[in-house]
């Protein structure tokens, strides 16, 4: 690198005097206003001096002289005392020196960790590991786990953000299609295990409707097994202002809902039967056999259960032909892949998920998205 200084009474003429010396290649390094030198210096206007450099390619060749250029664009001088001035080659070959030299660590960093397939392989495992936590079953798993891998680069800084969305844009796809057909019943019917929370998730429902949606809503229990039922249903519904109707057999059963063929809404409770006791579950359908129009029956699970039990309660219900599933119990269990376990086993949607015992609080609306954002809210498996 050639480095050379000028003193002109301009930048004009120090312009002109480093192209036609330099050539046009030559870069302008500093500039700044001296004395001359001697003590009428101190009387003479102050010149100015300018600094240019010319990066000589290792094979020089000789460039003809071309043709000073009458004005000079600002932008090719930096302003006065902009850039410390440089009297030798040395702080220059500095600067070019520590340039290459954190080029060279940028490189190696990039390389070391675009080549870190331990490091890569931390990261798929990390995620791996959450969704076993989660209880998701394995196949569901290896089925998320084989997209992860191929959408997301490990070296990304957003890996994380840009895992959870591929994670989530997943269970999307494995739900999906038990959401296709979303169509409601005027009769809806809750059944399921003792214990799940079925009257609680009715009078939820049964308050949405009537409260906040303007629904006109009956509601009929065929529970006369749980001491205390009657009352709790009696309550709620006084205090909805709607009508109650028990029915002890499947013959009051039917009348009841003729009764209230005009309304928006029938809402069925029923007594929790134990799935293994095929006698009651096919009692339970007795009930529903006398319906003249099919209705929404929907098999209320508790998210607290564990998966062999969920299986056996989704299978010995299956007799009494329900159609769509609840989750109750959410807030309890920090393990919500159940959820997904069941969607994907039964090809049936759930609905709704309850997550508190308040009334008519604590309950929300799932599909798709909704449900892929609860089951993924809040993970950083590299934290």
Known sequence: ????????????????????????????ISSRKVRSRGILGYFLPRRLEVTAALDEPQTSQVRPPEPVAAATPSWITPPPDSRPSVSDKAPVTQVYQELSEIKSLLSRFSQTRLLDPEGDEKFFEGWQRFLEDMEIQPEYVNQLMTELRRQVDPSDIQRNDLARICLQNGIVNLVEPAYTDQGQRRVLAFIGPTGVGKTTTLAKMAAQYTLFHGKNCAIITIDTYRIGAVEQLKIYAEIMGVPLEIAMTPRDFQDAVHRHRNKDYILV?????????????A??????????????????????????????SVRHFGKVKYSKLIFTKVDETDTLGCILNIICHTGLPVTQITDGQNVPDDIQSMYPKKLAKLLTKGVEPDA
């Open 269 to 281: 409770d029923t007594a929790g039967r134990p799935p293994h006791n095929t006698e009651k579950v």
């Open 1 to 28: 690198m050639k480095i050379k200084r000028y003193v002109a009474r301009d930048m004009t003429e120090a312009v002109r005097a480093i192209k036609a010396d330099l050539g046009p290649d030559a870069v302008i």
């Open 283 to 312: 009692e339970l359908k007795s009930y529903f056999d006398q319906l003249e129009d099919p209705a929404d029956i929907i098999l209320v699970l508790s998210s607290n259960t564990k998966h062999r039990d969920l299986l056996r």
